[in-house]
Structures are given as C-alpha cells and as structure tokens.
C-alpha cells in the first residue's frame, strides 16, 4: 500500500527524527562524563589517598539548579569540622619549637624563685 505524505507531516518527522537524534548524543555525552567521574573516583581509591565522599539528599521537587540552603549549611558545616580536625590532629603531632621550650624552662625557673625562701 503506498501512502502520501503531506509536506508539513514531512518536515514534522524530520524534526522530531533530529531532535531525537540530539538527545542521543547530549546522553552519550553525560554517560562518558559519568563513567569518566567513576573511573577518577576508583582510580583516587586505588592510590589509598584520602578521599572525602560525601552524597547530599535532595528533595525530588528540587529542580537540578535548585539547592536547599539547608544542604548548603550542613556542607558548610561539615567541612568546618573537617578542618577543625586537621586543624587539631596537626597541632597535636607537631614538634615543639625550640622557642616555646625555651619559654617554659624560664617561666619554671621565675615560679621556682618565686616560690623558694
């Protein structure tokens, strides 16, 4: 059976054949981008250096660009913490400087004449 097509239902077609098109390749696209971000992500794992993960809920009303800014609070705050304890662990490993012990032996020996007859 041989069928006509109008012109406009052609072109129609047409379009929806290139608009299809385009959407395949924006998606091969996205999948190489994310099948690049997990073969980084295993790679970082495999050299064992330390590697922060962290997955933020969003709620499904959100639309992409929308964020809540209670998320953004709680990645502030977490990465505050995360320095506070670099922070910390390096102050606690640390060398005692030379000047600070110099510090100490003479403020022991003001309170040891202080406190002698």
């Known amino acids: 059976m041989i069928r006509l097509i109008r012109k406009d239902t052609l072109a129609g077609l047409l379009r929806s054949a290139a608009i ?4 395949a390749r924006i998606a091969r696209r996205e999948l190489a981008e994310l ?8 790679s970082h794992l495999a050299r064992r250096e330390p590697a922060q993960v962290v997955v933020v809920p969003l709620p499904a009303v959100a639309g992409p660009d929308q964020v809540s800014p209670l998320t953004i609070l709680l990645l502030a705050l ?9 922070a910390f662990r390096t102050w606690v490993t640390e060398e005692p400087s030379l000047v600070a012990a110099a510090e100490l032996q003479a403020r022991a020996a003001e309170a040891a004449r202080r406190d002698s007859p």
């Open 20 to 23: 299809a098109r385009h959407e």
């Open 35 to 42: 099948r690049n971000r997990h073969r980084r992500l295993i």
């Open 78 to 86: 977490w990465h505050q913490a995360d320095l506070e304890r670099e």
